[in-house]
């Protein structure tokens, strides 16, 4: 599921404490990221599935959830309606 691989980027890369996702009305706002992790986010979304965000910042008022639900819409619209590789936001391990 995109919102399980999506956390798992945050938490790994920009330290975002796993328990706030427990939270159904966290926002992106409260996810504690400066503009720079929040477009390291973004950026990382648009190279692993293909193509550019129309509007990225209008993420950044949505619930976490809203977010996830919004970027798994504009990637299946990118992708013939399909959602590809989950695994591509996966961050290696670095032990």
Do not use: C, N, W, Y
């Not at 920009?14 to 706002?29: E, G, H, N, S």
């Not at 977010?67 to 032990?95: F, N």
């Amino acid at each position: 599921m995109l919102e399980q691989v999506i956390q798992k980027h945050l938490i790994d890369r920009a330290k975002v404490d796993p328990a706030r996702f427990d939270d159904p009305a966290l926002t992106v706002a409260d996810l504690g990221l400066d503009s720079l992790g929040f477009v390291e986010m973004l950026f990382e979304i648009e190279e692993r599935f293909g193509f550019q965000l129309a509007d990225p910042m209008k993420f950044q008022p949505m619930t976490f959830r809203d977010m996830v639900q919004a970027l798994e819409t504009e990637i299946r619209e990118h992708h013939g309606g399909q959602l590809p590789d989950l695994g591509a936001l996966s961050v290696p391990s670095t032990s």
